[in-house]
């Protein structure tokens, strides 16, 4: 069963696509998912753990993203936090996962895996492609800490990737806008450049405009309460650092209405946003990432 659309979603929907860019929403729900849509999203991208980067939600999670949804539902597949380089096991579950979300009538697949020196592990991504099939393949943030990124992004060409998700290797993509412009001018159409991590409705507009984007990931939450646990504050279920066990982050539709409207501003005051007179970037002497020690300190303060 498929929940048909509101008529003043869809409008929503048809106004968010005319104003040029396209906006995806990080939900860690299908409760996100559906609000993502109510305000105007493109596109979701279905996790669950957000708290952790973003984990592999569960088969129930996809199927009712799908049967409410109608969107694209992108599905995270990754296993566990805390780097790329995967178990011989780990990428069993991932080949598992992979195919249970495609049966699932996922429209895509997210995910990334890294050899021990964080470069593309090309024959491992390359087995996972092959499961995605003709679905939309995306390349996660596992892409911020590649040594290279122009090269690590000539072999996502090269193995047929739709789409990568990157900060421009910052711990936000407004602070590494300059990376992101470039690698947007290097890709000369080959592949996506999907600015993700850290954008906020106060930012958005000014990266699309440093950048050349056509697209954004963004997540819009606002802060939920379930009390249900209060009643024994010495029993907890999650670790001392991670969050409070009686409040949690869901999406909220009227945020994401809010960036909907604040890029259409931009595009009704300066026109359709056409991408800076990009030249091609492959002069690896003029990046700072070039150097070792440019490079340790340029990823140290990435985060997912």
Do not use: W
């Not at 996922?106 to 990334?112: I, N, S």
């Not at 092959?130 to 679905?135: P, S, V, W, Y």
């Not at 990266?207 to 954004?216: A, D, F, H, M, N």
């Amino acid at each position: 069963m498929r929940f048909v659309l509101s008529e003043r979603t869809a409008m929503k929907n048809e106004s968010k696509s005319m104003c040029g860019i396209e906006i995806e929403i990080c939900c860690g729900s299908v409760d996100d998912a559906v609000a993502a849509e109510q305000g105007g999203a493109n596109r979701v991208e279905l996790c669950s753990a957000l708290f952790l980067g973003g984990l592999t939600p569960s088969m129930g999670a996809i199927l009712e993203a799908k049967s409410r949804l109608s969107i694209p539902v992108i599905v995270m597949v990754r296993p566990r936090p805390s780097g790329f380089c995967y178990t011989s096991i780990e990428m069993e579950v991932m080949a598992r996962d992979t195919e249970n979300a495609i049966k699932a009538g996922a429209d895509g697949v997210v995910f990334g895996i890294l050899k021990e020196d964080s470069t593309v592990d090309s024959e491992r991504c390359r087995r996972i492609l092959d499961l995605i099939g003709d679905r939309q393949a995306v390349f996660h943030r596992a892409f911020d800490v590649a040594p290279d990124p122009f090269r690590a992004l000539d072999e996502l060409i090269a193995l047929g990737v739709r789409r990568v998700l990157t900060s421009g290797q910052r711990s936000t993509a407004p602070q590494g806008a300059n990376l992101i412009k470039r690698l947007i001018g290097y890709s000369r159409g080959r592949i996506e450049i999907l600015p993700g991590g850290g954008i906020r409705l106060q930012t958005v507009n000014d990266l699309i405009e440093k950048t050349g984007c056509k697209q954004v990931h963004m997540t819009a939450f606002r802060p939920l309460y379930d009390a249900s646990s209060s009643a024994r504050p010495a029993v907890t279920f999650n670790g001392q650092l991670l969050p409070s066990e009686s409040s949690y982050e869901g999406t909220d539709n009227s945020l994401v209405e809010g960036i909907v409207r604040e890029i259409e501003s931009r595009n009704a005051i300066n026109g359709s946003t056409v991408p800076a007179d990009f030249s091609e970037d492959r002069a690896r002497g003029d990046l700072s990432l070039s150097k070792p020690a440019a490079k340790r300190e340029n990823r140290a303060g990435v985060r997912f």
